[in-house]
Nanobody, 125 residues
Framework: QVHLIETGGGLVQAGGSLRLSCATS????????MAWFRQAPGKEREFVAA????????RYTESVEGRFTISRDDAENTAYLQMNSLKPEDTAVYYC??????????????????WGQGTQVTVSS
């Protein structure tokens, strides 16, 4: 079974940057849409960014627009989330997943590949 492995999280000061990576353990269909979600303590998992096949289209939740950039390298079966100008409210566990079409809805993900362990991002003030 294909698995997702998120890496790149860590502790960073407000205003800093991190680059998250999401690798698949096996070959996936490049027609899949990919997305990042995050879950803060005591809160529901929320949408962060999504990208369609071949890198288009892209969508972001309003709170990260202009600060985060989602990208993908289909040759490497990897998705990325470049996070700049980080804020304490960005603190969460970040997860990636794939869907059979472009979507920003949590319910469309996790059906093809199980959710991974995520990667913790902590932003200090």
């Amino acid at each position: 079974q294909v698995h997702l492995i998120e890496t790149g999280g860590g502790l960073v000061q407000a205003g800093g940057s991190l680059r998250l990576s999401c690798a698949t353990s096996g070959r996936t269909d490049t027609k899949y849409g990919m997305a990042w979600f995050r879950q803060a303590p005591g809160k529901e998992r929320e949408f962060v960014a999504a990208i369609g096949r071949s890198g288009s289209p892209t969508r972001y939740t309003e709170s990260v627009e202009g600060r985060f950039t989602i990208s993908r390298d289909d040759a490497e079966n990897t998705a990325y989330l470049q996070m700049n100008s980080l804020k304490p409210e960005d603190t969460a566990v970040y997860y990636c997943n794939v869907a059979s079409f472009f979507s920003t809805y949590y319910s469309d993900y996790g059906k093809l590949i199980p959710w991974g362990q995520g990667t913790q991002v902590t932003v200090s003030s």
